[in-house]
Structures are given as structure tokens and as C-alpha cells.
Nanobody
Framework: QVQLVETGGGLVQPGGSLRLSCAASGSIFSISAMGWYRQAPGRQRELVGSITSGGRTNDVDSVKGRFTISRDNAKNTVYLQMNSLKPEDTAVYYC?????????WGQGTQVTVSS
């Protein structure tokens, strides 16, 4: 069964940057579109952005110009580069397939943006 492991979160000041990684087991990763999702306290999990197997990306409006998704199929890993972070970006970040979340959710990685 495919497992997803997200890492790279932490505490950062507003305006700072973080790079998240999501490592997936299983060879099916290279042919799957992947998404980054986040869940803030008291809110539903939401899509942050997605990347196709060929590398085409799409981001939600709230992160456009600040977040960049990339992937390395050889490493079964997808990345989320987050710049110009805002307090409202505080959430637990997850990855999964897109648009349908096929795999069990990983533990996520906590991102806290605070001064």
C-alpha cells in the first residue's frame, strides 16, 4: 500500500519561507497527479495546489505567486516551496493524489507562521 510522508514544516515568521517534501512509496507515483492540501484548526481540509505527472502546476488564488509545487519522479517526491508566508497559511500540510485522494493520508507536517 502506498504511504505518504510529509516533512519540512516548522515555525516561521511572517514573510519567511519553508520547503515541504512529500515522499511516496510505490512506483505508481510517477504517473499520478499530486496535490498539496492543508487543514487549519477548525476548518476543512483544502487544496493548495496540484501538479500533473508531467509537471504542469495549478495553485489556488490565495497562494498564487507565493507557493511553487514541483516533483522528482525518480525520488517519488513532491515539493512545496512556500515564500512570503502569512499567518493565515498556518495549518497542517498534506499531500495526496489529485483530484481524487486515493491513498491513506499521512501524518502531515505542521506549518506555523507567527511572530
Amino acid at each position: 500500500q502506498v504511504q505518504l510522508v510529509e516533512t519540512g514544516g516548522g515555525l516561521v515568521q511572517p514573510g519567511g519561507s519553508l520547503r515541504l517534501s512529500c515522499a511516496a512509496s510505490g512506483s505508481i507515483f510517477s504517473i499520478s497527479a499530486m496535490g498539496w492540501y492543508r487543514q487549519a484548526p477548525g476548518r476543512q481540509r483544502e487544496l493548495v495546489g496540484s501538479i500533473t505527472s508531467g509537471g504542469r502546476t495549478n495553485d489556488v488564488d490565495s497562494v498564487k505567486g507565493r507557493f511553487t509545487i514541483s516533483r522528482d519522479n525518480a525520488k517519488n517526491t513532491v515539493y512545496l516551496q512556500m515564500n512570503s508566508l502569512k499567518p493565515e497559511d498556518t495549518a497542517v500540510y498534506y499531500c495526496n493524489t489529485y483530484p481524487y485522494m486515493k491513498y491513506p493520508w499521512g501524518q502531515g507536517t505542521q506549518v506555523t507562521v507567527s511572530s
